[in-house]
């Protein structure tokens, strides 16, 4: 029997977690204009502690680690039980939840705001649609998610911003925003892994009541 999509992710970062902390440690990214947005509305939400869920937040850092330093209360989750123990020395105040994203369970309406960077895009694309909708379920009212997407999905399928849009109106969210971004701001050099890589970036809102 072949192994699951989420298997051979699990055991892929479980295999090269030390190599991924040392790598993003010299990263720049969106992630933390993006996590700003999430923590502002969630502040408008007049939350003075926020509840916050990171979805694949692996040796959580830059992340986790912000979102923490910012006040908020994390809920950090990842497949990879090697990344989850990298990020137990570093945010040891998070509560950390492993296992796959997809069979996540919550009670409704219970965070201010969701995170997911370099990570949902591992959901084939069936799967993404089915873990919007979850986490539009787990969402206040007004609350945001910001995560990003590869433009070329698992099954080498162009991941736009219309895609984006239309599958965020589908399950719910409104004031979708998406921007197609380079990584490293097209600065990295030809060694990278990421170079010439597009990500698009998007934050949506669940409605408020
Ligand atoms: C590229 S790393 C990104 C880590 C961190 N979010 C960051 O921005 O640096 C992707 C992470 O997503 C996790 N991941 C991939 N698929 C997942 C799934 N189905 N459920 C939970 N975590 C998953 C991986 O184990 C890995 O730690």
Excluded at 13 to 32: K, T
Excluded at 78 to 103: F, H, N
Excluded at 122 to 129: E, G, I, T, W, Y
Aim: aromatic residues 8%; contains cysteine.
């Amino acid at each position: 029997m072949s192994d699951t999509p989420q298997k051979i992710v699990e055991e892929a970062y479980d295999n090269i977690a030390d190599w991924y902390l040392a790598w993003v440690e010299g990263q720049n990214s969106p992630r933390e204009s993006y996590t700003d947005k999430v923590l502002q509305n969630a502040a408008a939400l007049s939350s003075s502690k926020p509840r916050i869920l990171e979805l694949g937040a692996g040796a959580g850092v830059p992340i986790t680690r912000m979102l923490l330093d910012r006040g908020a209360q994390v809920v950090a989750n990842d497949i990879s039980a090697k990344q989850l123990k990298l990020a137990a020395v570093r945010c040891p105040e998070a509560t950390l939840v492993a296992g796959d994203m997809l069979a996540l369970e919550f009670e409704p309406a219970s965070f201010d705001g969701v995170v997911g960077y370099y990570s949902i895009f591992h959901l084939p694309r069936k799967d993404q649609k089915t873990m919007l909708a979850k986490i539009h379920d787990w969402l206040k009212p007004g609350g945001m998610l910001a995560f990003n997407l590869a433009t070329m999905d698992e099954e080498e399928r162009s991941t736009g911003s219309s895609w984006a849009t239309a599958c965020f109106g589908e399950v719910g969210f409104e004031g979708v925003e998406a921007e197609e971004l380079e990584a490293g701001d097209g600065k990295l050099g030809e060694d990278d892994p990421d170079f010439g890589v597009k990500f698009l970036w998007i934050a949506a809102k669940k409605r408020s009541i």
